[in-house]
């Protein structure tokens, strides 16, 4: 899957994807780390790595990795920060470094040979796996059922789920912000199409959609697929 910062690589199904949730072209792909300087991209790659490997940094480790790469900490958390790549607690620990969490999100992916990490949403789950160039099992749940989902995936985007019916709301809640104030929240796996719509239904600061896991897979494959490829 190609980068998603060109509109032409990707199906118009994956484009509505990223107008629903509010995922700007400059959000996808390489785009994400044009306006990063060379130090803030070694450090947001280093944490990244950490992540992928099934090791989330700690706030000492953020704050030092900073350092040895020639650069305040203070100041380059804030600046991933304000790019909406990483954000981290008070002491500098990332909390969020999509596609990963740092803390429970009910999106469990474990990677194949590096262990389990936690997912923001069910797109960046989805997202994982091409950007490690690594398989990957995902296991998540219906938000509103409660009902187990799972998810396997390889690199090329071949996936099997279960239950069959699983399919993945899109969409955002009115609040505006970084992700994970707006639409990582929102975009969850779901049983079938029908509880997709009762959880809507009750909710209607939400506006969404649903999508198919190949679509889902698309999207975050445009998102993230090359995210970490060397320049």
């Given amino acids: 899957m190609t980068s998603g910062s060109s509109t032409e690589t990707v199906s118009p199904a994956a484009l ?8 700007a072209p400059e959000r996808r792909g ?74 429970s999100r009910g999106h469990r992916v ?34 509103l059922s409660g009902a187990p989902v799972e998810v396997q995936l390889d690199p090329e985007g071949n996936a099997s789920w279960r239950p069959q019916s699983t399919l993945v709301l899109i969409g955002s809640a009115a609040c505006g912000g970084p992700s994970f104030r707006s639409c990582c929240d929102v975009l969850n796996f779901f049983e079938s199409v029908e509880s997709a719509g009762r959880y809507l239904a009750d909710r209607p600061e939400i506006h969404g959609s649903c999508v198919s896991i190949p679509v889902a897979i698309e999207a975050g494959s445009a998102i993230f697929g090359n995210l970490l490829r060397g320049d």
Avoid: K
């Fill in 30 to 103: 390489r785009a994400r780390l044009e306006r990063l300087a060379a130090q803030d991209r070694q450090l947001y790659d280093w944490i990244l790595d950490r992540f992928a490997h099934a090791s989330a940094p700690t706030g000492e480790e953020t704050r030092a990795a900073a350092r040895a790469f020639g650069i305040d900490p203070d100041r380059a958390l804030a600046r991933l920060a304000e790019e909406d790549l990483i954000h981290a607690d008070a002491d500098g620990r990332p909390l969020v470094a999509y596609p990963f969490s740092g803390i």
């Fill in 16 to 23: 509505e994807v990223f107008r629903a949730a509010d995922i």
């Fill in 110 to 143: 474990t990677i194949e040979g590096a262990g389990t990490v936690e997912a923001m949403c069910a797109i960046d789950a989805l997202g994982i796996a091409p950007m490690l160039g690594r398989p990957t099992t995902i296991n998540s749940h219906d938000p």
